[in-house]
C-alpha cells in the first residue's frame, strides 16, 4: 500500500491555460475526493466519487471545473481557463465507504496561476 | 448545514507543557470527528476520529480528544508538548448519514511550541 498519490506536486501555468491534476487513491478504497486549500484556510470540499459514480459536487465547482474516475480507480481534475483566484493546494483523498469514515490524503497539488 | 469552528487561530506553548486545541461543531445530529495534523507543504494526517462508543478517543504522537455532545465539542489535548508537535491542526466533521462521505474542516490552528 502506497498511500494517495497525486501528480503533478507543482503546477505553475498562465492564466487562461487548461490544467490536469491526477489524483491515485489507495487501490482497495472506492470513494475519492477532491478539495482545495487556500493560504491560512481548511481544505473546502470541491467533488467525490463513489467507484465512477460523481456522487456530490460543490457550488465552487465552477463549470471550469470538471474531476472524471472513468474506471473507478485513478481520477483527473481538470480546470479550464485558468484564472488567478484558482491557485491553492488541490488535495484529494480516498477511502473505503461502510467500513471506515477516514479519509487519507495524498501530498496534494500546489497550482500557481501567474 | 454542518460547520466546524477552531477557537484560536495560533496557539503558543513551551516544550513540556499541555496543549489543548479546541473544536466545536455545529449539527442537529453529532457527525463523525476528526482531528488532521499538516505539516508545510504536505496534505493531512489523520490524528484520530472518533464515530462511535468511547468519547475520550486516543490517536497518534500522544494526542487524544473527548466528544462532549451537550457542549457539541471535540477538543483536541496532548499532555506535554514536543518541538516535533509544530504543525497546522485542522479539526472536521462528516455527516453519519452518508457513511461518511464529504468532510467540513474547521480553519485550523498553527501551534507552536517554544523551546
Known amino acids: 500500500d502506497t498511500g494517495v498519490s497525486q501528480d503533478p506536486r507543482h503546477k505553475i501555468t498562465k492564466r487562461g491555460q487548461n490544467v490536469t491534476f491526477r489524483c491515485d487513491p489507495i487501490s482497495e478504497h472506492n470513494r475519492l475526493y477532491w478539495y482545495r486549500q487556500t493560504l491560512g484556510q481548511g481544505p473546502e470540499f470541491l467533488t467525490y466519487?463513489?467507484?465512477?459514480?460523481?456522487?456530490?459536487k460543490s457550488r465552487l465547482l465552477s463549470d471550469r471545473f470538471s474531476a472524471e474516475r472513468p474506471k473507478g480507480s485513478f481520477s483527473t481534475l481538470e480546470i479550464q481557463r485558468t484564472e488567478q483566484g484558482d491557485s491553492a493546494m488541490y488535495l484529494c483523498a480516498s477511502s473505503l465507504a461502510g467500513v471506515n469514515y477516514e479519509q487519507y490524503f495524498g501530498p496534494g497539488t500546489r497550482l500557481t496561476v501567474t | 448545514a454542518q460547520s466546524v469552528t477552531q477557537l484560536g487561530s495560533h496557539v503558543s506553548v513551551s516544550e513540556g507543557a499541555l496543549v489543548l486545541l479546541r473544536c466545536n461543531y455545529s449539527?442537529?445530529?453529532?457527525?463523525?470527528l476528526f482531528w488532521y495534523v499538516q505539516y508545510p507543504n504536505q496534505g493531512l494526517q489523520l490524528l484520530l476520529k472518533y464515530t462511535t462508543g468511547a468519547t475520550l478517543v486516543k490517536g497518534i504522537n500522544g494526542f487524544e480528544a473527548e466528544f462532549k455532545k451537550s457542549e457539541t465539542s471535540f477538543h483536541l489535548t496532548k499532555p506535554s508538548a514536543h518541538m516535533s508537535d509544530a504543525a497546522e491542526y485542522f479539526c472536521a466533521v462528516s455527516d453519519r448519514g452518508n457513511q461518511g462521505g464529504k468532510l467540513i474542516f474547521g480553519q485550523g490552528t498553527e501551534l507552536s511550541v517554544k523551546p
Open positions: 466519487f463513489q467507484n465512477e459514480a460523481q456522487l456530490e
Open positions: 449539527s442537529s445530529v453529532p457527525p463523525y
